[in-house]
């Protein structure tokens, strides 16, 4: 059981309660360089141990290996089913997409066995601005909706980058059917538009996760790894704003993920995390944070450095709706 009071909230109308930092499983997939399994169960571990109950993975990340670790890591717990929340998705593979029925179906059994799971609380369609979003309404989410009968899948999201997404699909399907959003990097503090989806979002009774509130390692001390996508400008605007932190002894990421934490409305903030260091970084902040407040001078002053890249983004997909 958590020792330390992370704070929980709601995700919508699912009746789950999320820790408000979420574990990114991303990173056991090798995603941000190698990580050992012993250190991938031993993070795993200690996210638990301090409250953190939300674990986020999919089958692309590293080539299915990221659900693997976190199988095994989750096995190793030993704690009760129901003490911990787990996604995965669907349709993003390495080989490439496919929404189709007859591969999402499919790809639910493949992930259960590597994660050596009965079933998942959330079963997400994989950045869907890469697929016809026609498809996802018409026979990807009516394909989901039967494993969610099967029992094999709790709830149904959807994810990707560009924010038009949500609502196209959200606007076709009846109410409901669609539990959550995983939106990424657009609500941290050099982009934050995922802010005035909000209320739609909230009407639609939609749970709301973000990822990425260290913007994909632009906002770490050591930076993106080579293959992020950002422009040469926010890149470099984000290694003035980590250098300008370091410089006032401050750091980063931390001043990052109190930025993403502070707006209740979002359940979950999802970090990618490959180390128990980062773990307890991660969670003293959000501790911090809830304990002490936010340290307003040291935001507004990276605001200000990050202001000429504010909201910036890339593209992302066959479409941008
Ligand atoms: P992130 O912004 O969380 O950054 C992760 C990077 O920051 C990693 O290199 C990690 O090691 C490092 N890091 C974590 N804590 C740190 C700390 N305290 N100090 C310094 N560095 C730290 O980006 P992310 O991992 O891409 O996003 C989080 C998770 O959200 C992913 O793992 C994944 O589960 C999910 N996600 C989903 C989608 C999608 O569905 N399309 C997209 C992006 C992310």
Partial sequence: MAATPLELRPLGNTGLKLSCVGFGASPLGNVFGLVSESDAIASVRKAFSLGINFFDTSPYYGGTLSEKMLGKALKALGAPRNEYIVSTKCGRYAEGFDFSAERVTRSIDESLERLQLDYVDILQCHDIEFGSLDQIVTETI??????????????????????????????????????????????????????????????????????????????????????????????????????????????????????????????????????????????????????FGKDEKALSEIEEILKPVKNQTWPSGIQQS
């Fill in 142 to 291: 009516p394909a989901l909706l039967k494993l969610k009968e099967a029992g094999k899948v709790k709830f149904i999201g959807i994810t990707g980058l560009p924010l038009g997404i949500f609502s196209y699909i959200l606007d076709r399907v009846p109410p409901g059917t669609v539990d959550v959003i995983l939106s990424y990097c657009h609500y941290g503090i050099n982009d934050s538009t995922l802010e005035d989806l909000l209320p739609y979002l909230k009407s639609k009774g939609v749970g709301i996760i973000s990822a990425s509130p260290l913007a994909m390692g632009l906002l770490t001390e050591s930076g993106p790894p080579e293959w992020h996508p950002a422009s040469p400008e926010l890149k470099a605007a984000c290694q003035d704003a980590a250098a300008f932190c370091k410089e006032k002894g401050k750091n980063i990421s931390k001043l990052a993920l109190q930025y993403s934490l502070l707006n209740k409305d979002i359940s979950t903030i999802l970090v990618g995390m490959n180390s128990v260091k980062q773990v307890d970084e991660n969670v003293a902040t959000a501790v911090e944070l809830a304990t």
